[in-house]
């Protein structure tokens, strides 16, 4: 199992161990309750009945990740669990109010749109109209409202934790795989600009040469001599872009390195730390090193070389340095270096190479751990869940801001012993300890270093226990966010075992100020799911922003990847053609003196190959190559995966359909598909195919209506796509459906047999 394996078994098992002692906590607490009124058998039998059954479906059912949470099978579940948190009330009236969270959690995770956060409100409302029917008091009714609240948003926020998890591994493992297609594309990105003008340059001088063979000898030498520079020159470039497609690996290169270096005399030493990096910085040091140990054998006669990879804080370098200093480091850098100046700098990067004090030549490259995405050329985004990323802060905040607030609701249950000024010291150590956990706990890419995580540690540690120790009240203070901070902020190994030890201290704590009993297990549990409810919303957080990051990222490379098949596709088609034009023109630079009719005819066909192939070069970068429509269906499946749009296809057998009848359809698809990332905010999307004896029809339907709609029928591309359709005596139609998503619905008739 690998490195990356690990972590991310880890990241499951440590996010079910999290919910699940939440969640029986939250149960543990009920049923003590249910207990503490009255422990007889029916009570006992009953009520843990009921709360196994809540934690079964909660577990189970909407918080397992791939659940299906608006299938006919999730609505049934909901019903079950209303019905478990309703019906209880009328056996155990003052003991079950805890139990509204699991329900309005479950709502928000089931019921579409906007309903559910009404529904979510009216079940935390419904537990404060039940306690103002029984017990007068306002602040406690507020109490549990607030309290319904909090516990169905970490419910809620809870529940999503494995499958955010697991749609991050999914993220970061085909991100893996795709990430280097946008670097292979950099070589790859000019070729059609440079082909079309090397090969009209041929067709043109062919032509010309044709003319001048006989009655300009010499001429026409001199135009077959040009010929061939450029038809080399091409053909070279052709190979260049192909040799680049090889994906870059990091640890190969260290090993190639190591290899190349010992075979050519040089003593190599090389030192690495195997941290994890991004896919696109391992990319650049991984060229790096490759281009410097090129230049090292090129250019220098080391004998002894050190490659060093190492990070610190949040970038990663790595350092070349030989024995071997070239003969003239001031001169102006090569095209190699340059290169790697432009990939270092393109995400944030730098890259210097000197000459050292004590003789020696390095080369140092630094680049981020994480760069920044870039953006769009065009500006524009790929189609996601922006407001997925705001919403988990709200949850993140909303949450601490309530666990505040039902601390301060504890503590004024208390105001005849500790009087106002206890309160004001309560209220001013809570307000300390959230400002604390919003600004730096909460925040990952905040980074503090040793001296500032302590320095936050203590400052909370001082708001919890000294409060306590004053006003002898050990509900002045929650030591929960202390708790999950510590998890936090510390490594691993000590932030848990601090964790437990501050959890475990409530055991010494309450006795000390005279609360024994169900107060020291009630304590407990608060100072635990407190803790854990803060660790895991902020790994939420961060795992939603990084997810979002990611899945933008899956998209652009995907989009890299569809137009590096163009690129490949250029030189299977030109690699041929080149070589055989090369080939040719030798030879008729040949026969030109000796045989005059014979070079006419291999000029003749020199004509034909280059003009061949500038058709093909044009073909490819216009994509007006024969599509394959099961590609296109493939391509548009991962593209709008890469996007966070969830796709259903439908396709009927469509092989023995005509072949211009598939191309138009692929051509159509891939319009459409085009279309909906650029402009629409789509969350879903169907392609369907059906075919009849006489007629075939492919929609593209989302809901998510493009700006455009509003304001304009068709716009240049789905004009194009309609010419295309009615040339095969079929139809287009684009617009809004009376479900109210957006349709692209192509029409075509088929032959009769």
Not at 318 to 342: C, F, K, Q, Y
Not at 639 to 653: G, P, R, Y
Not at 693 to 721: C, F, H, Q, W, Y
Request: charged share 20%; aromatic share 6%; proline share 4%.
């Amino acid at each position: 199992m690998t490195q990356r394996q690990e972590r991310s078994s880890v990241s499951r098992r440590l996010a079910y161990v999290v919910i699940s002692v939440v969640f029986f906590n939250y149960l543990l607490d009920n049923f003590l309750d249910v207990v503490k009124v009255s422990a007889t058998p029916a009570r006992v039998v009953g009520s843990l009945a009921c709360l196994l059954a809540i934690g079964y479906l909660q577990l189970r059912v909407f918080s397992r990740p791939g659940a299906d949470l608006h299938s006919p099978r999730a609505y049934l579940a909901l019903g079950a669990m209303a019905a478990l948190v309703f019906v209880p009330l009328l056996f155990f009236p003052t003991e079950w109010t805890g139990m509204h969270g699991f329900l309005a959690g479950s709502v928000l995770l089931v019921l579409p749109g906007g309903i559910r956060w009404l529904v979510f409100s009216a079940v935390a409302l419904s537990n404060g109209l039940y306690q103002a029917w029984s017990v007068p008091d306002l602040s406690t009714q507020i109490y549990h409202v607030i309290a319904s609240m909090v516990a169905g948003l970490v419910v809620f926020g809870l529940s999503r934790l494995p499958s955010q998890v697991k749609q991050l591994e999914a993220a970061r493992s085909e991100l893996a795989s795709l990430a280097v297609s946008k670097e292979r594309l950099r070589f790859a990105r000019d070729l059609h600009d440079l082909l079309g003008f090397s090969l009209s340059a041929i067709t043109l001088k062919v032509e010309l040469a044709r003319k001048l063979l006989g009655a300009h000898t010499e001429r026409a030498m001199r135009e077959l001599a040009e010929i061939l520079g450029v038809a080399r020159e091409a053909l070279t470039d052709v190979r260049a872009v192909a040799s680049s497609y090889r994906e870059l690996s990091l640890a190969d290169e260290i090993e190639s390195a190591r290899s190349v270096l010992t075979a050519a005399g040089v003593a190599v030493t090389i030192e690495t730390d195997r941290r994890e990096l991004s896919p696109r910085s391992r990319t650049v040091l991984a060229t790096v090193l490759r281009e410097g140990v090129t230049n090292l054998l090129r250019h220098s006669e080391a004998t002894r070389c050190t490659i060093t990879i190492s990070h610190r804080g949040s970038t990663a370098s790595i350092d070349i340095v030989n024995d071997g200093a070239p003969a003239e480091v001031t001169a102006e850098r090569g095209s190699g270096l340059t290169n790697l100046a432009t990939r270092a700098t393109a995400i944030n990067g730098s890259l210097l190479a000197q000459v050292t004090p004590d003789g020696t030549y390095r080369l140092h490259a630094e680049v981020p751990a994480e760069p920044v995405l870039e953006e769009p050329a065009d500006g524009s985004r790929p189609a996601g869940q922006p407001m997925a990323t705001r919403f988990a802060q709200v949850l993140f905040v909303t949450v601490v801001i309530g666990y505040g607030l039902m601390s301060l609701f504890q503590v004024a249950y208390d105001y005849p012993r500790i009087g106002l000024p206890g309160l004001a010291t309560a209220v001013l150590a809570t307000a300390i300890e959230l400002g604390l956990v919003l600004a730096f706990v909460g925040r990952t890419r905040v980074h503090l270093g040793t001296a500032g995580r302590l320095a936050v540690l203590a400052v909370m540690a001082v708001c919890v226990y000294l409060p306590v120790w004053i006003f002898d009240n050990p509900f002045i203070a929650d030591p929960g966010f202390l708790a999950g901070s510590a998890a936090l902020l510390l490594p691993r190994r000590y932030g848990w075992t601090t964790f437990i030890a501050i959890a475990a201290g409530q055991s010494f704590v309450f006795p000390a100020t005279g609360l024994t009993g169900s107060y020291v297990v009630y304590a407990l549990i608060a100072v635990t799911n407190h803790g854990l409810v803060l660790y895991a919303l902020t790994r939420l957080r961060s795992m939603v922003t990084e997810l979002h990051e990611a899945r933008e990222e899956l998209a652009t490379a995907a989009v890299a990847q569809e137009r590096l098949r163009f690129a490949r596709d250029l030189h299977d088609l030109l690699g041929y053609s080149l070589s055989a034009i090369t080939l040719k023109s030798e030879l008729t630079h040949r026969l030109a003196t000796i045989d005059p009719d014979r070079a006419r005819r291999e000029l003749t066909e020199v004509l034909e190959i280059s003009r061949q192939a500038l058709a093909d070069v044009r073909s490819v970068a216009l994509s007006y190559r024969e599509l394959s429509f099961d590609e296109e269906t493939q391509s548009a499946q991962a593209l709008l995966s890469a996007a966070d749009i969830e796709v259903t296809v439908k396709i009927d057998a469509c092989d023995q359909l005509p072949t211009e009848v598939k191309v138009t359809l692929a051509t159509v698809l891939r319009e459409g598909v085009t279309n909906l990332l650029r402009h629409s905010k789509a969350e879903h999307c169907e392609i369907l195919l059906s075919s009849s004896p006489r007629l075939v029809t492919m929609d593209i339907v989302n809901d998510g209506i493009p700006e455009a709609e509003r304001k304009s029928r068709d716009g240049s591309g789905i004009g194009n796509l309609t010419t295309r359709v009615r040339a095969l005596g079929g139809d287009l139609h684009a617009g809004l459906t009376p479900e109210h998503t957006y349709r692209l619905r192509a029409e075509i008739p088929l032959p009769f047999n």
